[in-house]
């Protein structure tokens, strides 16, 4: 596994993530699950006059499938949530195609060269456009 992969910012939040945990109440969740690795993660955020109020994540997987998903509640939370699909649509741009990105989200555009560790990159932030595109709970978990 090349080092570029394992840089710092992803070690970092892969050992302190952001957001990690069930959010209580949510209005929207959605998983994921890559069979190719086993990778399992599961979005709840709290959606308040169209900005995301909160958002957490519970996952069972990689360190860049952990440390996306923090990387994915440090830019997304406070944001409208034409804002946060905005970044959903950069950042599959950034692992899949050529876009660049600021921070701690340019670490994701290592995942260019390792087309088997895409999905792993991308898992939280198509959990969290399947969340914002579905119903809203009816019930809390």
């Not at 996306?68 to 692992?95: D, P, Y």
């Not at 995942?111 to 914002?132: N, S, Y």
């Amino acid at each position: 596994m090349p080092d570029e992969l394992f840089q710092d910012v992803i070690l970092r939040h892969y050992r302190q993530p952001s957001g990690r945990g069930r959010l209580r109440e949510p209005t929207h969740t959605a998983s994921q699950f890559n069979p190719l690795c086993g990778d399992e993660i599961t979005i709840d955020l709290r959606l308040m006059d169209g900005s995301i109020e909160d958002i957490r994540f519970e996952s069972e997987g990689c360190s860049i499938c952990q440390a996306s998903a923090s990387i994915m509640v440090e830019r997304v939370k406070g944001q409208t949530v034409e804002v946060a699909e905005g970044l959903i649509a950069l950042t599959k741009k950034l692992v899949i195609g050529d876009a660049e990105a600021e921070g701690d989200l340019s670490a994701l555009g290592a995942l260019r060269k390792h087309p088997g560790r895409q999905k792993c990159g991308l898992m939280a932030w198509e959990a969290l456009e399947a969340a914002l595109q579905g119903a809203p709970n009816v019930e809390a978990p």
